[in-house]
Structure formats: structure tokens, C-alpha cells
T-cell receptor, first 110, second 114 residues
């Protein structure tokens, strides 16, 4: 089945950029998402990208998609302490089934 | 408007007891998902409902797990004869349409089996 991998932890200093990475195996993935989960809360959609795009920018967020390497990344510019959370990538292949990554815990140091 | 709500927020139960978890989706959302999130792990798909179609139960880990949804309203996830490995956060999400639409998540129910 589909495998979606993320590194477990990332620590950055406030004001620096954060880059969270995601690799996947299913080349038929059509929509790719980034969700944020704050402590004690459900997941919140941050942004998404279609598979026919290479990049999408939304304010402080930049999503890069490398289809050849099956690699998705989320860059957060000027990272703030409020960005501390778990970040999940998720994929669909044109069906209702979403495959979620293992999540990356981002810790922002003041 | 109101988001997805789940109850209870926390549940502690003894091994062997049955538990029932509730999800109230956003009004008008036809699709509803249940996921399990074990500590330090990603989301594990459990079951999917879409309108009045037959649910996709392919993610349910054993026959101790079952879920119901009446029309496009409330859903309940029932775990019978709970085991310690059932301890996890159970997340519910709803979506206006299943295909490539954003999922709106509830805050989850943290289940602890002692």
C-alpha cells in the first residue's frame, strides 16, 4: 500500500525558516495536503497542492513538490512560537481515501 | 458555524468493557471519517461514510470495532471488550464531498484502557 514518511522531530529558532519534508511511494497521488495539529486539538488544513504544480505559496507557507523524487516539503518562513505543533502531510489519489504521514513535531525555540 | 464535535473528550475504561464514542459532523457534510491516532504515530483510517452508501469498513482493526451513522448526522464508534492496545486518540472528520475536499477534524476522544 501507500507509504508516506516524515521525520519525527524538527527544532528551529524563532525567526528562522522551517522545512518539513514528506516522501511518498504512490506516483498516482493527485492532491497533496499539509495539516497542522496543535496540542489537544484536531487537524487543521494549512494548504494543499495539486500534482500538476511544482510550487505553491501562501503567505509564510511555501509548498514544493518534486514528483520525480516523490518528495513534498513545507517551508514556514519567519517561524514563530505559535507554529509549534505536529505537521502531517496527506495524499489522495482521486478517491476518498486519504493517506497520512507519521507527522513531524516542530518545536520553535524562543 | 459550529465545527465537528466529539464526545467524550476523554474516556478511561477498564479492559474488557465496551465504549461508545460520538461524533457530530458539520451540518450538510455528507462524508464522515473515523481515524485512530496512537501516541507518536500518524492517523490510521478506520471507517468512511458517504451519504446513504454502504460504509467502507476496511480499516477497522478487528470485529470488536463497529460504527454507525444515520443519514448525514451523528456517528458512533463502538469498541467492544476493550484491550490496552485500543488506547489512542480517536479522531472524526467530516467533509462536504469526499473527493479531494478538505476534511474538517474534531478535537478527538482520548481513550485510555487500564
Amino acid at each position: 500500500g501507500e507509504d508516506v514518511e516524515q521525520s519525527l522531530f524538527l527544532s528551529v529558532r524563532e525567526g528562522d525558516s522551517s522545512v518539513i519534508n514528506c516522501t511518498y511511494t504512490d506516483s498516482s497521488s493527485t492532491y497533496l495536503y499539509w495539516y497542522k495539529q496543535e496540542p489537544g486539538a484536531g487537524l487543521q488544513l494549512l494548504t494543499y497542492i495539486f500534482s500538476n504544480m511544482d510550487m505553491k505559496q501562501d503567505q509564510r507557507l511555501t509548498v514544493l513538490l518534486n514528483k520525480k523524487d516523490k518528495h513534498l516539503s513545507l517551508r514556514i518562513a519567519d517561524t514563530q512560537t505559535g507554529d509549534s505543533a505536529i505537521y502531517f502531510c496527506a495524499l489522495t489519489s482521486g478517491t476518498y481515501k486519504y493517506i497520512f504521514g507519521t507527522g513531524t513535531r516542530l518545536k520553535v525555540l524562543a | 458555524g459550529a465545527g465537528v464535535s466529539q464526545s467524550p473528550s476523554n474516556k478511561v475504561t477498564e479492559k474488557g468493557k465496551d465504549v461508545e464514542l460520538r461524533c457530530d459532523p458539520i451540518s450538510g457534510h455528507t462524508a464522515l471519517y473515523w481515524y485512530r491516532q496512537r501516541l507518536g504515530q500518524g492517523l490510521e483510517f478506520l471507517i468512511y461514510f458517504q451519504g446513504n452508501s454502504a460504509p467502507d469498513k476496511s480499516g477497522l482493526p478487528s470485529d470488536r470495532f463497529s460504527a454507525e451513522r444515520t443519514g448525514e448526522s451523528v456517528s458512533t464508534l463502538t469498541i467492544q471488550r476493550t484491550q490496552q492496545e485500543d488506547s489512542a486518540v480517536y479522531l472524526c472528520a467530516s467533509s462536504p464531498l469526499a473527493l479531494n475536499y478538505e476534511q474538517y477534524f474534531g478535537p478527538g476522544t482520548r481513550l485510555t484502557v487500564t
